[in-house]
């Protein structure tokens, strides 16, 4: 079965696939194959239709997010016609019309946010240099005051950096370029960090401006551990994508059109950046119910 996932992403490779993409589409085929394996079923094919309708079902049975669900079941569904291209099924199982898991119209897509007081209580924490260190404190503010992606935070090069304009420039998915405009507190922490603790490190030649102690280049995991570990005492269950939900939702509020909040973001259409933040959070919800 392991086999068969290589199989599988080598054939996405040559499909033209992203190395992202490979990557997710691979990692939710192994899962299904451990669930199999679990289950100890007696399937003579690596996919079926009464596989996947039961493995759907424990997706939902545990409480899986229904955004997460259908992605696996979209990841299925291209396992799906891969097997079907190498004959080892002779039918399409999944239909994503039928088998994605509907959401009520007007619930997708609940944003989760800070709100104005968390950011600020947020901030007010990031000042304490006996527990944030300068890198950890700049890696905070460019998750919240550019928006960016926990992947092309790690990527940020010194040459992706102009100090002069306040620009930064970042390759999203697919490749595509963006330039986000920094702000002044952003820039001086970026001077103060490149001048004290990088230049210190033993990484001070790299490429990348975020360095660790391990690497030239620090890892996406070891982001989302310091923050997992920061936020009992911040208050806040803190995670990258919070900060880019917030980023988006916060330039909104505050009157900054779609377009302009499309192309910051990095979203391919005003369509995306819409079906991503123009839904209000749950907090803003209960409280147009308060109101009642």
């Not at 192994?30 to 997706?59: D, M, W």
């Not at 996406?220 to 923050?227: M, P």
Request: proline share 1%.
């Amino acid at each position: 079965m392991n086999d068969l996932a290589k199989t599988f992403g080598q054939w996405l490779f040559e499909e033209g696939r992203s190395p992202k993409t490979i990557e997710s589409y691979v990692g939710d085929i192994k899962g299904f194959q451990i669930y199999l394996g679990e289950k100890a079923t007696n399937e003579q094919t690596p996919l079926s239709r009464f596989s996947f309708a039961h493995y759907k079902q424990h997706l939902i049975d545990n409480h899986f997010a229904i955004s997460t669900i259908n992605k696996k079941i979209n990841s299925l569904k291209v396992y799906n016609d891969f097997l079907q291209n190498k004959g080892l099924v002779d039918s399409n199982y999944i239909q994503l019309k039928r088998d994605r898991v509907q959401i009520a119209v007007g619930s997708e897509h609940v944003v989760t946010a800070m709100s104005e007081e968390e950011v600020e209580r947020l901030l007010f924490y990031l000042e304490d240099r006996t527990r944030v260190s300068i890198r950890n404190k700049l890696i905070t503010y460019l998750l919240l005051y550019t928006g960016v992606r926990i992947s092309e935070l790690v990527s940020i090069r010194l040459e992706n950096i102009d100090l002069l304009t306040a620009t930064l420039t970042v390759r999203g998915k697919g490749g595509k370029v963006r330039e986000i405009s920094l702000r002044q507190d952003v820039i001086q922490l970026i001077k103060e960090y490149q001048l004290g603790e990088r230049k210190q490190s033993r990484f001070c030649k790299s490429e990348y401006l975020l360095v660790s102690q391990r690497a030239e280049k620090v890892h996406r995991d070891a982001i989302r551990s310091w923050l997992a570990n920061k936020s009992d005492d911040v208050g806040i269950k803190l995670h990258p994508h919070l900060f880019r939900h917030t980023f988006a939702t916060r330039l909104l509020r505050k009157g900054v059109d779609i377009t302009t909040v499309s192309k910051l973001t990095g979203h391919s259409t005003v369509s995306m950046t819409a079906k991503f933040y123009i839904q209000t959070t749950r907090e803003e919800k209960q409280n147009a119910v308060d109101r009642l």
